[in-house]
């Protein structure tokens, strides 16, 4: 049987006509390996931009079923189009938007998960030897009413689709040439990995490396699809393969260093020392759709019977996570201070390796202490474990920890963008 | 019951989200009314334009498959618009395509014809108070495979939709003031009709007057639904009620004249005179797709045994008429010479009332004759007479008539554009 591979193509590359034709080059060239291909695109360039701001004109608070209806329109476009440039080329090609396939989502607008996917007209259709463009982003509930996917719709849209279709790999073209040991903004010299595990790209992606959204890579793991980053203008490359762990080749005890600037420290001081009160407070941030990333409850103190609770939110989460506090206060018991810090970054290492390797958090500790750095919080996960620290420390943490767990390249990574102020 | 208008609003008066705003106005005005509204929308302004160009960048002959794929997105950007902004005046709106209604047409891309169309999800979200959006132009087969309706789409489908609804009447809302007695731009006091049969809006329509795509008209004749056109911009205009004959109040026996400049003669010179050379003739142009209008047959010479067939085609299909004749020519036994005159222009009075009142054929011949305006070929239905004239009389020919047959208004028309070359 032959094999299907899946590939993905984001705004940027098929942003304009010409772009599209070389996307169309990329999809034959897969053909021609003498696999089954199915192409899923997302919205052209800025269209999303442009379709909300008309919405925008129109309402304050447009609902979410219009925006639905709205947005999906963009990636009508781009499929359409690609199918026309893959048939000017001499192939047979054939678009469909997600209610023809039957992308089955949950009836939820604007982010929608999918719950299932039909596979008869795709599976038709690649046996009569089409090349098949999808629109990504949008779904399709049972009752006929059109959803999108959210953030990272597209990726998912991809990776759902291979697992469906139990394709061979799911490539996701996109303007970065794969996954980096870090930024190579921050260290230049930062190395493309050839392979990662899916957990070690989740607690990347977490940690603030921004190449794929969680849920698309969640999706690959949960249905052990492969998928590759790889750039849409630079084929030579054959960018990063993402896969499970126990199919991996070799790793290092520590395969990447990320740091994350966009968290707030927020400190509930004097907080009674009882049970039940560190599950209202958090119980509260859930209900009003806040994520808290690292905890840390101090020990109680002896004489007041109280402590202190230390955790971080994303910054545009901070006000809310504020309001709801002051108002839980008197419930809570508490009249002491909630003390909030955005001078924070939080600096991460990430490897499947160090599980069964001891002394790597030790390293990471000394490392910053070498360089008089203070650790304000830790937190660690199996194939993770991230510190604190003031935002100033934050390059230099990156770089030195980059330095220690030997992730250098001898090629200087091709820095795109201005360097942010790490 | 509560009665059902269905509204059409052309690309002009969608074209930008100021119109749309206007648009919603206009819909909710109905519904204050006390009616069920259902509407349909065009794509915005440029925006099927833009798309054609992007496809020919792709592709010289992109399929029609996928053209009616990227084309229908256009109403899907426009139908959401409307939903918000009628929501943002604080009535309830939802928008669907022609997947989710089900809009069915045959399996035909680019100009297909509308089978059936259901209407459970209409009378639901009608009964539940909402004012319905709905995507003019486009359909969808029993397979689930998009479709367009080809030029005047948007008018069939509010037509269509109206039929299947048994609602009150149609509204064609554009940017002309409604149906003339002739172009104002010729004649400037010529007068907006109140009324006008289906049958003479047709025969005007052939005739070269562009308000309405014949289509359109067709099908509100067949399931007898009143339609009105009328202004985006003049609201206090009522424009022209277009219904059945039977149902007019009063009517002259000449309703229009109109002029089409856009016909070439072809006389085919001696043809045998013998049966099946007119078929064999005319089949040919139909099988390449050719509409043959005015047809005259001179009688036999009787010592060639031959004679003349002259016809009119549109100047668009010249090139491929000449073509297919020259091919016929030795199939038909003639040597004779093939004739063009792009020189030409038809002239034609449409009146239902000129049916039982004798005299109007007479009264226009008599009328061109004292203009010193030369007929060069007559062909008439039951409710309009056609007389092929010299271009450049053309126009003095639609005065002349106009006047003789009393259309004349008082208030002279606001003419839009340049004055054409009548």
Redesign the interface.
Known sequence: MRKIIVQKFGGTSVAD?EK??NVAKTVIKEKQNGNDVVVVVSAMGHTTDY?VK??K????N??G???D??L??GE??S???L???I??EGYEA??F?A??IGIMTENVHSKARIVDIKTDKLRKNLNDGKIIVVAGFQGVTED?E?TTLGRGGSDTSAVALAAALNAERCDIYTDVEGVYTTDPRVVPNASRLNEISYEEMLELAHAGANVLHPRSVETAKQFNVPMRVRSSFKLDNMGTLILGVEKMEIYKPVAGVAADLSQARIVVCDVPDKPGVAAKLFTTLAKDNISVDMIIQSYARKISNTNDIAFTVDTADLSKTVAALENLKSDLGTEGDIQVDENIAKVSIVGAGMIDRPGVASTMFETLAQQGINIRMISTSEIKISCLVDKEDAKRAVQALHKVFELESDILAEVKGDLPNV
Not at 57 to 60: A, E, I, K, R
Request: no cysteine; aromatic share 0%; charged share 10%.
């Open positions: 006509t599209i034709k379709l008309m919405a004109d129109l309402s304050p447009p609902s079923r219009e925006m209806m709205l999906s329109t009508g476009v499929i359409a189009l199918a026309m440039a048939q000017a054939i678009s938007n209610m023809q006929g059109i």
